[in-house]
């Protein structure tokens, strides 16, 4: 895993690409310009890591476009220790940037390669996430609820319901919802029973899958 300046520069041309995207909190910019996105693809793919586009990972999956990913987390509003939770740890990526931008993250991913293959990855890259499972992103993880934030990084058909009860009031869901194209969505937990829910254009994911079991 080698990350040279070459890359480097990549990276830096690539946050500028963002921001001018409309990407503006100086940390999500920060961990663009600073995490090696080649570390979490193919090799085959690594002279387009840098280019602000989705690509193949493994398990019919894909790592987001980073202006997707700094979008999704500029929408978080993270505050340093937030709890967030995100659904579909996927290649790794997206989790490294939370952790870049100060969140306690706990992760669930529902394919068991991926699953496998980014616990382990993450660990050498030294991102810590305080909890990585397996699992039914449907579901959320209520044994650590309530959260600051959830993120969902693939299109959902509809707003899974204990997700919204996993939020605390002020809490924000971020989710893509949509079949073949998604609109994404941002819900704020106004009260034990009120939520607010802005929609902020469309977008396009992998579908979130429920347990096959």
């Known amino acids: 895993m080698n990350d040279t300046t070459r890359h480097q520069g990549k990276r830096r041309l690539l946050a500028q690409i963002v921001e001018k995207k409309g990407v503006k909190d100086p ?88 699953f496998k293959k980014t616990k382990n990855f993450l660990t050498k890259l030294g991102y810590r996430p305080k909890r990585l499972s397996f699992g039914d992103g449907y579901l959320g993880m209520p044994e650590f609820a309530p959260f600051d934030g959830i993120i969902v990084t693939a299109g959902a058909p509809y707003i899974p319901k204990p997700l919204l009860a996993q939020l605390k009031i002020g809490g924000k869901l971020v989710i893509p919802v949509g079949d073949e194209v998604q609109t994404m969505i941002r819900i704020i937990r106004k009260s034990e029973t009120e939520f607010e829910k802005k929609e902020y254009g469309e977008f396009r994911f992998v579908p979130l899958l429920e347990d096959k079991n």
């Open 27 to 114: 940390r999500v910019l920060e961990a663009i310009r600073k995490i090696p996105r080649h570390f979490f693809m193919d090799s085959s793919f690594e002279d387009h890591a840098y280019q602000d586009k989705a690509f193949p990972i493994a398990a019919d999956q894909t790592i987001s476009q980073p202006y997707t990913v700094g979008f999704q987390t500029e929408l978080l509003e993270i505050k340093k220790g937030d709890k967030i939770l995100e659904i579909g740890t996927g290649s790794g990526y997206q989790t490294a940037v939370l952790c870049e931008v100060g969140a306690k993250v706990y992760s669930i991913e529902r394919q068991q390669e991926l």
